[in-house]
Protein backbone atom coordinates (compact mmCIF):
# COMPACT_ATOMS: atom_id res chain seq x y z
CA UNK A 1 0.00 0.00 0.00
CA UNK A 2 2.79 2.82 0.90
CA UNK A 3 4.59 1.23 -2.18
CA UNK A 4 1.97 2.26 -4.58
CA UNK A 5 1.33 5.58 -2.70
CA UNK A 6 5.19 6.29 -2.63
CA UNK A 7 4.84 5.48 -6.42
CA UNK A 8 1.76 7.50 -7.17
CA UNK A 9 3.01 10.58 -5.29
CA UNK A 10 6.66 10.51 -6.83
CA UNK A 11 5.50 10.55 -10.20
CA UNK A 12 3.91 14.01 -9.24
CA UNK A 13 5.93 17.00 -10.35
CA UNK A 14 7.13 19.30 -8.55
CA UNK A 15 6.89 17.28 -4.79
CA UNK A 16 8.88 16.80 -2.43
CA UNK A 17 9.76 13.06 -2.69
CA UNK A 18 11.55 12.84 0.66
CA UNK A 19 8.94 15.02 2.48
CA UNK A 20 6.11 12.76 0.90
CA UNK A 21 7.21 9.23 2.10
CA UNK A 22 7.62 10.77 5.42
CA UNK A 23 3.92 11.70 5.61
CA UNK A 24 2.37 8.54 4.17
CA UNK A 25 -0.13 7.48 6.89
CA UNK A 26 0.74 3.82 7.87
CA UNK A 27 -1.50 3.93 10.88
CA UNK A 28 -4.95 6.24 12.05
CA UNK A 29 -4.42 9.12 13.09
CA UNK A 30 -7.65 10.60 13.94
CA UNK A 31 -7.54 10.95 17.83
CA UNK A 32 -7.78 14.36 18.43
CA UNK A 33 -8.03 14.30 21.95
CA UNK A 34 -4.91 14.49 22.80
CA UNK A 35 -1.67 15.98 21.04
CA UNK A 36 -0.16 13.38 19.24
CA UNK A 37 3.41 12.67 20.05
CA UNK A 38 6.09 14.73 18.09
CA UNK A 39 8.99 13.33 16.62
CA UNK A 40 12.20 13.87 18.35
CA UNK A 41 13.75 16.57 15.96
CA UNK A 42 10.43 18.32 15.60
CA UNK A 43 10.52 18.78 19.09
CA UNK A 44 14.46 20.11 18.96
CA UNK A 45 13.36 22.44 16.19
CA UNK A 46 10.50 23.59 18.48
CA UNK A 47 12.75 24.04 21.25
CA UNK A 48 15.47 26.22 19.28
CA UNK A 49 13.45 28.43 17.86
CA UNK A 50 11.15 29.78 20.53
CA UNK A 51 10.17 33.21 20.84
CA UNK A 52 13.11 35.05 22.74
CA UNK A 53 12.12 38.70 24.05
CA UNK A 54 13.98 41.64 23.17
CA UNK A 55 15.97 42.84 26.34
CA UNK A 56 13.89 46.20 27.73
CA UNK A 57 17.42 47.90 28.76
CA UNK A 58 19.48 48.82 26.12
CA UNK A 59 22.66 46.63 26.00
CA UNK A 60 25.24 47.82 28.69
CA UNK A 61 26.96 47.04 31.26
CA UNK A 62 24.43 47.15 33.55
CA UNK A 63 21.91 44.12 34.29
CA UNK A 64 18.36 45.29 34.66
CA UNK A 65 16.85 47.35 37.16
CA UNK A 66 13.46 46.39 37.56
CA UNK A 67 13.84 44.31 40.11
CA UNK A 68 14.58 45.13 44.06
CA UNK A 69 16.27 42.20 45.75
CA UNK A 70 16.73 42.71 49.01
CA UNK A 71 20.64 43.01 50.20
CA UNK A 72 21.91 40.21 52.80
CA UNK A 73 24.17 41.42 55.31
CA UNK A 74 26.81 39.65 53.39
CA UNK A 75 26.71 41.90 50.64
CA UNK A 76 26.23 44.75 52.58
CA UNK A 77 29.63 43.48 53.97
CA UNK A 78 31.39 42.93 50.27
CA UNK A 79 29.77 46.18 49.74
CA UNK A 80 31.81 48.20 52.56
CA UNK A 81 35.52 46.40 52.08
CA UNK A 82 35.09 47.20 48.30
CA UNK A 83 34.85 51.10 48.83
CA UNK A 84 37.63 50.71 51.14
CA UNK A 85 39.72 48.91 48.35
CA UNK A 86 38.70 51.80 46.46
CA UNK A 87 39.53 54.91 48.77
CA UNK A 88 42.60 53.38 49.92
CA UNK A 89 44.60 51.83 46.62
CA UNK A 90 46.29 53.35 44.36
CA UNK A 91 46.36 50.97 41.55
CA UNK A 92 43.42 48.98 41.11
CA UNK A 93 44.16 46.06 38.20
CA UNK A 94 41.07 43.66 37.19
CA UNK A 95 42.21 40.51 35.90
CA UNK A 96 40.44 37.45 34.08
CA UNK A 97 40.76 34.29 35.69
CA UNK A 98 41.18 31.58 33.73
CA UNK A 99 39.96 28.66 35.44
CA UNK A 100 43.52 28.58 37.41
CA UNK A 101 43.60 26.46 40.20
CA UNK A 102 44.26 26.90 43.72
CA UNK A 103 48.00 26.02 43.81
CA UNK A 104 48.56 28.63 41.02
CA UNK A 105 46.56 31.19 42.81
CA UNK A 106 48.46 30.35 46.28
CA UNK A 107 51.76 30.65 44.72
CA UNK A 108 50.94 33.56 42.23
CA UNK A 109 49.30 35.72 45.71
CA UNK A 110 52.73 34.71 47.60
CA UNK A 111 55.02 36.40 44.64
CA UNK A 112 52.58 39.08 44.64
CA UNK A 113 52.61 38.90 48.30
CA UNK A 114 56.33 39.92 48.26
CA UNK A 115 56.21 43.34 46.46
CA UNK A 116 52.88 44.48 48.89
CA UNK A 117 50.00 43.23 46.44
CA UNK A 118 47.32 41.59 47.14
CA UNK A 119 44.99 39.44 45.48
CA UNK A 120 40.86 40.43 46.39
CA UNK A 121 38.04 38.28 45.30
CA UNK A 122 34.57 40.32 45.14
CA UNK A 123 31.55 39.42 43.03
CA UNK A 124 30.95 41.18 39.89
CA UNK A 125 27.27 41.88 41.30
CA UNK A 126 28.62 43.55 44.34
CA UNK A 127 31.41 45.62 42.34
CA UNK A 128 28.77 47.02 39.95
CA UNK A 129 26.07 47.69 42.67
CA UNK A 130 29.32 49.95 43.65
CA UNK A 131 30.48 51.27 40.85
CA UNK A 132 27.20 52.42 39.36
CA UNK A 133 27.20 55.16 41.93
CA UNK A 134 30.90 56.18 42.13
CA UNK A 135 33.29 57.58 40.21
CA UNK A 136 34.47 54.68 38.84
CA UNK A 137 31.61 54.03 36.45
CA UNK A 138 33.49 53.76 33.45
CA UNK A 139 34.93 50.36 35.10
CA UNK A 140 31.83 48.49 34.70
CA UNK A 141 32.68 46.98 31.39
CA UNK A 142 35.43 44.83 33.00
CA UNK A 143 33.86 43.12 35.72
CA UNK A 144 32.34 40.07 33.24
CA UNK A 145 32.98 36.55 34.41
CA UNK A 146 35.68 35.30 36.53
CA UNK A 147 37.16 38.48 37.46
CA UNK A 148 40.37 39.08 40.30
CA UNK A 149 41.65 42.21 41.59
CA UNK A 150 45.46 43.21 41.99
CA UNK A 151 45.48 46.24 44.45
CA UNK A 152 48.13 47.59 46.19
CA UNK A 153 48.63 50.93 48.56
CA UNK A 154 51.74 51.94 46.28
CA UNK A 155 51.22 51.64 42.64
CA UNK A 156 53.30 49.06 41.49
CA UNK A 157 52.65 47.96 38.51
CA UNK A 158 56.13 46.96 37.15
CA UNK A 159 56.49 44.37 39.80
CA UNK A 160 52.72 43.18 38.98
CA UNK A 161 53.49 42.61 35.74
CA UNK A 162 56.91 41.11 35.82
CA UNK A 163 54.86 38.57 38.51
CA UNK A 164 51.95 37.88 35.94
CA UNK A 165 54.26 36.86 33.23
CA UNK A 166 54.57 33.75 34.78
CA UNK A 167 51.07 32.88 35.19
CA UNK A 168 49.32 32.55 31.85
CA UNK A 169 46.28 32.00 33.25
CA UNK A 170 45.24 35.69 34.72
CA UNK A 171 45.12 38.08 31.86
CA UNK A 172 45.22 41.52 31.97
CA UNK A 173 41.68 43.66 31.18
CA UNK A 174 42.64 46.94 32.62
CA UNK A 175 43.41 49.01 35.81
CA UNK A 176 42.52 52.07 37.70
CA UNK A 177 46.38 53.91 38.39
CA UNK A 178 45.89 57.07 40.50
CA UNK A 179 42.28 57.71 39.16
CA UNK A 180 42.84 57.02 35.54
CA UNK A 181 41.55 54.12 33.82
CA UNK A 182 43.70 52.14 31.83
CA UNK A 183 43.84 49.37 29.39
CA UNK A 184 46.11 46.57 29.16
CA UNK A 185 48.61 47.99 26.78
CA UNK A 186 47.88 51.78 28.90
CA UNK A 187 49.54 49.57 32.21
CA UNK A 188 51.98 48.60 29.98
CA UNK A 189 53.20 51.37 28.62
CA UNK A 190 52.76 53.07 32.39
CA UNK A 191 55.20 50.57 33.92
CA UNK A 192 57.75 51.58 31.51
CA UNK A 193 58.09 55.04 32.10
CA UNK A 194 60.40 56.22 34.85
CA UNK A 195 59.40 57.23 38.60
CA UNK A 196 58.45 60.01 39.34
CA UNK A 197 61.30 60.92 41.77
CA UNK A 198 63.84 59.81 38.99
CA UNK A 199 61.74 62.42 36.17
CA UNK A 200 61.51 65.35 39.36
CA UNK A 201 65.85 64.76 39.73
CA UNK A 202 66.28 65.27 36.05
CA UNK A 203 63.76 68.52 36.20
CA UNK A 204 65.66 69.68 38.78
CA UNK A 205 68.69 69.07 37.65
CA UNK A 206 68.19 70.61 34.58
CA UNK A 207 66.68 73.90 36.46
CA UNK A 208 69.81 74.02 38.85
CA UNK A 209 72.46 73.60 35.64
CA UNK A 210 71.19 77.27 34.08
CA UNK A 211 71.79 78.83 37.64
CA UNK A 212 75.15 76.78 38.42
CA UNK A 213 76.63 77.73 34.79
CA UNK A 214 75.74 81.39 35.24
CA UNK A 215 77.09 81.56 38.85
CA UNK A 216 80.33 79.71 37.68
CA UNK A 217 80.32 82.50 34.96
CA UNK A 218 80.10 85.09 37.60
CA UNK A 219 83.09 83.84 39.73
CA UNK A 220 85.42 84.14 36.75
CA UNK A 221 88.09 86.69 36.14
CA UNK A 222 86.35 89.83 35.86
CA UNK A 223 89.25 90.75 33.14
CA UNK A 224 87.54 87.61 31.38
CA UNK A 225 83.91 89.09 31.59
CA UNK A 226 85.53 92.09 30.58
CA UNK A 227 87.03 90.83 27.52
CA UNK A 228 84.06 89.18 26.77
CA UNK A 229 81.62 92.29 27.41
CA UNK A 230 84.14 94.33 24.75
CA UNK A 231 83.91 91.58 22.33
CA UNK A 232 80.26 91.63 22.29
CA UNK A 233 80.33 95.86 21.93
CA UNK A 234 82.43 95.42 18.64
CA UNK A 235 80.25 93.01 17.58
CA UNK A 236 77.43 94.98 17.98
CA UNK A 237 79.05 98.20 16.43
CA UNK A 238 80.25 96.20 13.61
CA UNK A 239 78.28 95.98 10.60
CA UNK A 240 76.47 93.09 10.59
CA UNK A 241 77.61 91.24 7.11
CA UNK A 242 78.54 88.27 8.53
CA UNK A 243 76.85 87.73 11.76
CA UNK A 244 76.50 83.79 11.57
CA UNK A 245 80.50 83.81 11.98
CA UNK A 246 80.24 86.20 14.81
CA UNK A 247 77.38 84.57 17.04
CA UNK A 248 79.70 81.19 16.35
CA UNK A 249 83.06 83.12 17.97
CA UNK A 250 80.39 84.63 20.40
CA UNK A 251 79.12 81.34 21.60
CA UNK A 252 82.82 79.61 21.29
CA UNK A 253 83.49 82.21 23.59
CA UNK A 254 80.99 81.28 25.71
CA UNK A 255 81.24 78.12 25.81
CA UNK B 1 -7.82 64.15 66.23
CA UNK B 2 -9.87 64.23 63.06
CA UNK B 3 -9.35 65.51 59.85
CA UNK B 4 -12.21 66.06 57.53
CA UNK B 5 -11.27 66.50 53.76
CA UNK B 6 -14.14 66.87 51.08
CA UNK B 7 -13.60 66.87 47.62
CA UNK B 8 -15.23 66.52 43.95
CA UNK B 9 -14.90 62.61 42.73
CA UNK B 10 -14.83 62.54 38.75
CA UNK B 11 -16.58 60.15 37.35
CA UNK B 12 -15.38 58.37 34.06
CA UNK B 13 -17.48 59.43 31.13
CA UNK B 14 -20.14 56.65 29.98
CA UNK B 15 -19.39 55.30 26.63
CA UNK B 16 -21.47 56.81 23.77
CA UNK B 17 -24.29 54.51 22.22
CA UNK B 18 -26.21 56.90 20.66
CA UNK B 19 -25.75 55.46 17.35
CA UNK B 20 -26.16 51.79 18.64
CA UNK B 21 -29.26 50.29 17.24
CA UNK B 22 -30.23 46.75 18.41
CA UNK B 23 -31.55 44.37 15.63
CA UNK B 24 -35.32 43.05 15.92
CA UNK B 25 -34.37 39.83 17.77
CA UNK B 26 -31.64 40.48 20.05
CA UNK B 27 -31.33 37.05 21.12
CA UNK B 28 -29.85 34.20 20.52
CA UNK B 29 -31.66 31.92 17.68
CA UNK B 30 -32.33 28.16 18.08
CA UNK B 31 -30.19 26.36 15.68
CA UNK B 32 -31.51 22.98 14.03
CA UNK B 33 -30.39 19.66 15.52
CA UNK B 34 -29.91 18.13 12.08
CA UNK B 35 -29.68 20.02 9.03
CA UNK B 36 -32.54 19.93 6.31
CA UNK B 37 -31.36 18.29 3.89
CA UNK B 38 -33.16 15.77 1.08
CA UNK B 39 -30.37 13.21 1.47
CA UNK B 40 -27.86 12.50 3.96
CA UNK B 41 -24.33 11.71 3.41
CA UNK B 42 -21.90 9.93 5.21
CA UNK B 43 -18.49 12.29 4.92
CA UNK B 44 -15.36 10.95 5.96
CA UNK B 45 -13.24 12.38 9.35
CA UNK B 46 -11.97 15.54 7.86
CA UNK B 47 -10.20 16.25 10.69
CA UNK B 48 -8.47 19.15 8.95
CA UNK B 49 -11.59 21.22 9.25
CA UNK B 50 -10.44 21.95 12.99
CA UNK B 51 -6.71 22.13 12.29
CA UNK B 52 -4.81 25.31 12.09
CA UNK B 53 -6.14 29.08 12.37
CA UNK B 54 -9.60 29.75 11.94
CA UNK B 55 -9.79 31.64 8.39
CA UNK B 56 -13.57 32.53 8.66
CA UNK B 57 -15.99 34.27 11.29
CA UNK B 58 -12.49 35.67 12.76
CA UNK B 59 -13.17 39.24 13.32
CA UNK B 60 -15.97 41.16 14.83
CA UNK B 61 -19.16 42.07 12.56
CA UNK B 62 -21.88 43.80 14.97
CA UNK B 63 -20.71 42.97 18.70
CA UNK B 64 -18.36 44.39 20.78
CA UNK B 65 -17.68 40.92 22.97
CA UNK B 66 -17.02 37.92 22.02
CA UNK B 67 -16.17 34.21 22.68
CA UNK B 68 -13.06 33.34 20.91
CA UNK B 69 -11.65 29.69 20.42
CA UNK B 70 -8.39 29.13 21.65
CA UNK B 71 -8.16 25.41 20.18
CA UNK B 72 -9.91 23.63 17.62
CA UNK B 73 -12.84 21.42 18.24
CA UNK B 74 -16.22 20.24 17.43
CA UNK B 75 -19.16 22.33 18.81
CA UNK B 76 -22.43 19.59 19.57
CA UNK B 77 -25.78 20.69 19.30
CA UNK B 78 -25.96 20.43 23.25
CA UNK B 79 -23.14 22.90 23.31
CA UNK B 80 -25.41 25.17 21.44
CA UNK B 81 -28.41 24.41 23.27
CA UNK B 82 -26.50 25.26 26.43
CA UNK B 83 -25.20 28.83 25.10
CA UNK B 84 -28.39 29.74 23.88
CA UNK B 85 -30.58 29.20 27.01
CA UNK B 86 -28.02 30.44 29.18
CA UNK B 87 -27.13 33.65 27.32
CA UNK B 88 -30.63 34.09 26.30
CA UNK B 89 -31.99 33.64 30.05
CA UNK B 90 -29.02 36.10 31.38
CA UNK B 91 -28.27 39.06 29.34
CA UNK B 92 -30.94 41.81 29.29
CA UNK B 93 -32.75 41.52 26.06
CA UNK B 94 -33.25 45.72 26.43
CA UNK B 95 -30.19 46.73 25.73
CA UNK B 96 -28.01 43.93 24.91
CA UNK B 97 -28.24 41.24 21.55
CA UNK B 98 -26.56 38.56 20.92
CA UNK B 99 -25.53 36.79 17.65
CA UNK B 100 -24.29 33.62 16.85
CA UNK B 101 -21.00 32.95 14.50
CA UNK B 102 -20.71 29.64 14.09
CA UNK B 103 -23.52 27.31 11.75
CA UNK B 104 -25.99 25.29 13.01
CA UNK B 105 -24.32 21.58 13.36
CA UNK B 106 -23.64 20.55 9.80
CA UNK B 107 -20.91 17.88 9.79
CA UNK B 108 -22.16 14.08 10.20
CA UNK B 109 -20.76 12.20 12.67
CA UNK B 110 -21.21 8.25 11.92
CA UNK B 111 -21.32 5.60 14.82
CA UNK B 112 -21.96 2.07 14.92
CA UNK B 113 -25.35 0.64 16.96
CA UNK B 114 -24.35 -0.69 20.08
CA UNK B 115 -23.56 -4.71 20.63
CA UNK B 116 -22.64 -4.06 16.75
CA UNK B 117 -20.05 -6.92 15.55
CA UNK B 118 -17.39 -5.07 13.67
CA UNK B 119 -17.21 -4.72 10.10
CA UNK B 120 -20.56 -4.59 7.55
CA UNK B 121 -19.47 -0.81 6.15
CA UNK B 122 -19.51 2.48 7.92
CA UNK B 123 -22.34 2.90 10.53
CA UNK B 124 -25.35 4.96 10.38
CA UNK B 125 -25.14 8.90 10.89
CA UNK B 126 -25.47 9.68 14.50
CA UNK B 127 -25.57 13.17 15.16
CA UNK B 128 -24.45 16.60 13.43
CA UNK B 129 -21.51 18.78 14.65
CA UNK B 130 -19.63 21.69 14.00
CA UNK B 131 -16.15 22.34 13.63
CA UNK B 132 -14.74 25.23 15.19
CA UNK B 133 -10.96 25.94 14.52
CA UNK B 134 -8.72 28.10 16.76
CA UNK B 135 -9.02 31.63 16.49
CA UNK B 136 -12.79 31.32 15.57
CA UNK B 137 -15.70 33.91 17.51
CA UNK B 138 -18.42 31.25 18.68
CA UNK B 139 -20.84 34.12 20.04
CA UNK B 140 -20.89 37.87 19.47
CA UNK B 141 -22.67 40.07 22.41
CA UNK B 142 -23.28 43.80 22.11
CA UNK B 143 -25.56 46.54 22.81
CA UNK B 144 -25.37 49.34 25.74
CA UNK B 145 -23.67 47.17 27.73
CA UNK B 146 -19.85 47.33 28.85
CA UNK B 147 -17.86 44.30 29.13
CA UNK B 148 -18.24 43.99 32.83
CA UNK B 149 -21.85 43.35 32.70
CA UNK B 150 -21.42 40.26 29.85
CA UNK B 151 -18.18 38.63 31.16
CA UNK B 152 -19.91 36.82 33.83
CA UNK B 153 -22.38 35.45 31.36
CA UNK B 154 -19.93 34.48 28.39
CA UNK B 155 -17.02 33.59 31.03
CA UNK B 156 -19.68 30.76 31.92
CA UNK B 157 -20.60 30.16 28.86
CA UNK B 158 -16.57 29.53 27.60
CA UNK B 159 -16.02 27.17 30.29
CA UNK B 160 -18.57 24.59 28.88
CA UNK B 161 -17.11 24.25 25.45
CA UNK B 162 -15.07 21.32 24.41
CA UNK B 163 -11.63 24.02 23.63
CA UNK B 164 -10.38 26.49 25.47
CA UNK B 165 -12.74 29.39 25.04
CA UNK B 166 -11.67 32.95 26.32
CA UNK B 167 -14.01 36.09 26.33
CA UNK B 168 -12.19 39.11 24.12
CA UNK B 169 -13.65 42.47 23.43
CA UNK B 170 -12.96 43.99 20.41
CA UNK B 171 -9.95 45.60 21.47
CA UNK B 172 -8.59 42.67 23.92
CA UNK B 173 -9.21 40.98 20.22
CA UNK B 174 -6.70 43.29 18.33
CA UNK B 175 -4.39 43.85 21.33
CA UNK B 176 -3.82 40.09 21.22
CA UNK B 177 -3.75 40.40 17.15
CA UNK B 178 -0.66 43.35 17.75
CA UNK B 179 1.00 41.69 20.65
CA UNK B 180 1.27 38.40 18.08
CA UNK B 181 2.82 40.57 15.76
CA UNK B 182 4.83 42.39 18.10
CA UNK B 183 6.17 39.43 19.29
CA UNK B 184 7.20 38.33 15.46
CA UNK B 185 8.57 41.42 14.61
CA UNK B 186 10.70 41.24 18.10
CA UNK B 187 12.00 38.02 18.15
CA UNK B 188 15.55 37.87 19.66
CA UNK B 189 16.04 34.32 18.16
CA UNK B 190 17.45 34.27 14.63
CA UNK B 191 16.46 31.29 14.51
CA UNK B 192 13.09 30.92 13.40
CA UNK B 193 10.63 27.87 12.53
CA UNK B 194 9.24 29.77 9.32
CA UNK B 195 13.05 30.02 8.17
CA UNK B 196 14.04 26.50 9.51
CA UNK B 197 11.08 24.81 7.56
CA UNK B 198 10.84 27.42 4.90
CA UNK B 199 15.19 25.96 4.07
CA UNK B 200 14.86 22.64 5.07
CA UNK B 201 17.83 23.03 7.32
CA UNK B 202 19.24 19.31 7.96
CA UNK B 203 16.31 17.67 6.14
CA UNK B 204 14.18 18.91 8.45
CA UNK B 205 10.93 18.47 6.84
CA UNK B 206 11.09 15.53 7.01
CA UNK B 207 9.67 15.29 10.32
CA UNK B 208 7.40 18.16 9.40
CA UNK B 209 4.02 18.13 8.02
CA UNK B 210 3.09 20.46 4.88
CA UNK B 211 0.72 22.19 7.74
CA UNK B 212 3.70 23.55 9.48
CA UNK B 213 4.67 25.49 6.20
CA UNK B 214 2.16 27.54 6.70
CA UNK B 215 0.84 27.68 10.40
CA UNK B 216 5.27 27.49 11.70
CA UNK B 217 4.62 25.32 14.30
CA UNK B 218 2.03 26.98 16.27
CA UNK B 219 -0.13 24.54 15.91
CA UNK B 220 -0.02 20.65 16.32
CA UNK B 221 -3.36 19.34 14.98
CA UNK B 222 -6.78 21.20 16.50
CA UNK B 223 -4.46 22.26 19.53
CA UNK B 224 -2.89 25.89 19.53
CA UNK B 225 0.90 25.80 20.90
CA UNK B 226 0.63 29.70 22.93
CA UNK B 227 3.48 31.64 23.22
CA UNK B 228 4.90 30.91 19.53
CA UNK B 229 5.72 33.06 16.65
Known sequence: MAATLCGKLLTKPGWLPLTQCGRVRHMSKSVTRHRRPMHIIKQK?????????????????????????????LVLILKKEVEKVFEDCKMIAVLQNN??????????????????????????????????????????????GHTVLIVSKQGK??????????????VLLGACIDGTLLSAQGVQHYAKLPSVTTVQGELVSGLTML????????????????????????????????????????????? | MKILCAGIKTYDIPPDYSGMVLPDKPKLKFLNKVPNLKKAKKEKKKLRDIQGPAQAAN????????????????????????????????????????????????????????GQRMGGGKGAIDHYVTPVRCGRLVVEVGGRVELGEVEPILTEVAKKLPFPAKVVSRESLAAMQAEQEEKELNNQNRWTFREVARGNMLGIRKVLSPFDLHNHGRFTGKFHLPGRV
Open chain 1, 99 to 144: GSNSEDMLTLRHRLHKHGLIVKFFPNEVIRTFLKDSQYCNMAPLFI
Open chain 1, 211 to 255: TSRTASMLQHHPAHLSALLRQYVRQQEAPAAEPGAKAGEVEGAVA
Open chain 2, 59 to 114: TFTAGNYAIVAMGGGYIHWGHIEMIRLTINRKMDARSTFAKWRINAPYKPITRKGL
Open chain 1, 45 to 73: LLAVTEYIPPRRVAAGAYPSQDKKVEESG
Open chain 1, 157 to 170: VKEMLSTLRGSPQM
